[in-house]
Nanobody, 121 residues
Framework: QVQLVESGGGLVQPGGSLRLSCAAS????????MGWYRQAQGGNKRELVAAITSGGSTNYADSVKGRFTISRDNAKNTVYLQMNSLKPEDTAVYFCNAAPDIAMMEFIGIWGQGTQVTVSS
């Protein structure tokens, strides 16, 4: 079993920055891919924001390219999401996810509890 603990959400003004962290523990040998999804209030689907493999390969949603950076500390089993130039449309609950492969994340990945990010003036 894998457990994920997230931190770093909050309220920020448009144009500001936040950094999310997600630490994995437990049966981490099965984890290759880690990343972040988000779900807007009232939305019924979680969208992939960014993901990274243990080898450093990354995927980003088009809407965050150039603004968000995902990184990973394999020694600490922790993934980070640096979010810059935040926009009101980035407001959502952000969920950490871990899975054997990026393609499996949405379907069989382990989910964190979620952390709220609100971008508002």
């Amino acid at each position: 079993q894998v457990q994920l603990v997230e931190s770093g959400g909050g309220l920020v003004q448009p144009g500001g920055s936040l950094r999310l962290s997600c630490a994995a523990s437990g049966s981490i040998f099965m984890i290759n891919a880690m990343g972040w999804y988000r779900q807007a209030q009232g939305g019924n689907k979680r969208e992939l924001v960014a993901a990274i493999t243990s080898g450093g390969s990354t995927n980003y949603a088009d809407s965050v390219k150039g603004r968000f950076t995902i990184s990973r500390d394999n020694a600490k089993n922790t993934v980070y999401l640096q979010m810059n130039s935040l926009k009101p449309e980035d407001t959502a609950v952000y969920f950490c996810n871990a899975a054997p492969d990026i393609a499996m994340m949405e379907f069989i990945g382990i989910w964190g509890q979620g952390t709220q990010v609100t971008v508002s003036s």
